[in-house]
């Protein structure tokens, strides 16, 4: 099982066409961007390093959190669902989501697996429609 689900854009869509496409697709499944968090730039500013285009975006769908944190306050170390969208080394750009049901593996409550199927075909959808 993988902890993630992926994909790589086609050719001629650049970076930032992509965050406005997944942050798009994220909306349509009820999913707000809490966060947006440039690696690239950070490491560039704290560590004097250079890496390709990297951005993790923290995805939240509020009905889903309410609903998980009202089971179990704890849930929150999972939240926000992350979306990463990368820049390889060779141009080609791919987003990858969280897969929330790898990440809950040690979360035993049948109410919370099922909320982290619903959102895992949400990502799965979003991950398809780019």
Not at 47 to 64: T, W
Not at 72 to 90: A, Q, Y
Not at 121 to 129: G, Q, S
């Given at each position: 099982m993988s902890y993630f689900i992926n994909k790589k854009m086609q050719d001629g869509i650049s970076f930032e066409e992509t965050i406005e496409k997944v942050?798009?697709?994220?909306?349509?499944?009820?999913?707000?961007v809490l966060t947006e968090i440039d690696i690239k730039s950070t490491f560039r500013k704290k560590l004097d390093v250079d890496m390709n285009k990297y951005v993790?975006?923290?995805?939240?769908?509020?009905?889903?959190?309410?609903?998980?944190?009202?089971?179990d306050s704890k849930l929150g170390v999972f939240l926000p669902c992350n979306v990463i969208?990368?820049?390889?080394?060779?141009?080609?750009i791919e987003v990858s989501a969280v897969d929330p049901i790898a990440s809950m593996l040690s979360v035993k409550n049948e109410k919370v697996e099922v909320f982290a199927k619903d959102v895992l075909e949400k990502l799965e959808r979003v991950i398809a429609n780019l």
């Amino acid at each position: 099982m993988s902890y993630f689900i992926n994909k790589k854009m086609q050719d001629g869509i650049s970076f930032e066409e992509t965050i406005e496409k997944v942050t798009e697709e994220l909306k349509k499944e009820g999913f707000g961007v809490l966060t947006e968090i440039d690696i690239k730039s950070t490491f560039r500013k704290k560590l004097d390093v250079d890496m390709n285009k990297y951005v993790i975006l923290g995805a939240c769908n509020p009905n889903y959190a309410f609903n998980a944190l009202k089971e179990d306050s704890k849930l929150g170390v999972f939240l926000p669902c992350n979306v990463i969208v990368e820049e390889h080394d060779n141009g080609e750009i791919e987003v990858s989501a969280v897969d929330p049901i790898a990440s809950m593996l040690s979360v035993k409550n049948e109410k919370v697996e099922v909320f982290a199927k619903d959102v895992l075909e949400k990502l799965e959808r979003v991950i398809a429609n780019l």
